[in-house]
């Protein structure tokens, strides 16, 4: 099957491409937003390859999958067929619905041709998406091994564009936990904040699995595959238990919780017990491995391809 998409979330794609497809995205001479083309910090396979807008209207694709709304129209105008009616297509949501509860409409809310396929399901839960039909894969990641160590008392933080979304990534949060140990900031973006940026994810890994515990304070976003990342290192986590965060993160694998005095005193607490940290990170790990492998995610999304393109 030949699938068409733009490279848009980086981990997530970088699961979806190891599937057995064909898997085209488009490239712009700049590799901005809406052409970034292959990976360049992550590991992709050989059955991705990068066409330009103007090659695009001659691909026989089998499905398209859009991640944004401007894409619906991007694909219209580059492949010359209408996603969903043309071709068939289903839109992946990835991110939490912005806005008050009541203003929460999904843009392919009614769409009878379009399947509308949720990360987590508490944002299926919170998108109103009207008729249309909707499903939930949730993530998958590829596995990057127990390289958990532990050894620098320092908690590990990953945000993208840490200054820019502030209080929905938790970022005020940030010197509140650094009063209880040092923190180390990662993600696109970090540098603005004296954090460490653009760094290949395996080095990205290998700096988070140095650090004793994941912090994850994010108040309103998807499930973020980094806090996967971390648990299937082997990480323990301290959360805020926002969003999806409580069904991915069992008691045994981390403490999660609204109150904040009880994350500071789980960080003091994790930096004194190292050896509690560690089975605490075995069992994120085996947790993380249960719910978010890369062969039930993508059997999921085979199934569903399957049928989309029938």
Not at 54 to 65: N, Y
Request: charged share 25%; glycine share 8%; with cysteine.
């Amino acid at each position: 099957m030949r699938i068409f998409a733009w490279h848009v979330h980086g981990s997530w794609m970088t699961a979806f491409v190891q599937g057995a497809h064909e898997y085209v995205v488009p490239v712009l001479p700049d590799r901005s937003a809406n052409g970034r083309g292959r990976a360049q910090t992550w590991e992709w396979p050989a059955s991705v390859r990068e066409l330009p807008p103007k090659d695009l209207a001659a691909l026989d694709v089998d499905v398209v999958v859009i991640q944004r709304p401007e894409e619906l129209s991007l694909a219209t105008a580059w492949l010359g067929r209408r996603p969903g009616i043309d071709v068939p297509a289903v839109y992946v949501e990835h991110n939490a619905p912005p806005g008050p509860v009541q203003e929460m409409r999904h843009p392919v809310a009614d769409r009878p041709h379009m399947t509308l396929v949720h990360v987590t399901h508490w944002n299926r839960v919170h998108w109103d998406a009207g008729g249309a039909r909707t499903l939930v894969i949730e993530h998958g990641i590829v596995d990057p091994g127990p390289a958990y160590r532990g050894d620098l008392e320092r908690s590990a933080v990953v945000i993208n564009e840490p200054a820019r979304r502030g209080r929905v990534t938790g970022t005020d949060l940030l010197p509140r936990f650094e009063k209880v140990a040092p923190l180390d900031l990662f993600g696109i973006g970090a540098g603005a904040l004296g954090g460490v940026e653009n760094l290949p994810q395996a080095e990205l890994h290998r700096a988070l699995a140095e650090r004793r515990l994941y912090l994850h304070l994010c108040r309103w976003t998807s499930l973020g595959l980094s806090l996967i990342e971390a648990m299937q290192l082997a990480m323990p986590v301290v959360a805020l238990a926002t969003t999806e965060v409580p069904r991915a993160v069992p008691p045994e694998a981390g403490v999660v919780s609204n109150d904040l005095e009880e994350l500071e005193e789980a960080v003091r607490w994790l930096l004194r017990e190292p050896q509690r940290a560690r089975a605490m990170g075995a069992a994120a790990r085996e947790a993380a491995l249960a719910r978010y492998g890369l062969g039930r995610f993508l059997a999921d999304w085979d199934a569903l391809l399957a049928e989309v393109a029938a």
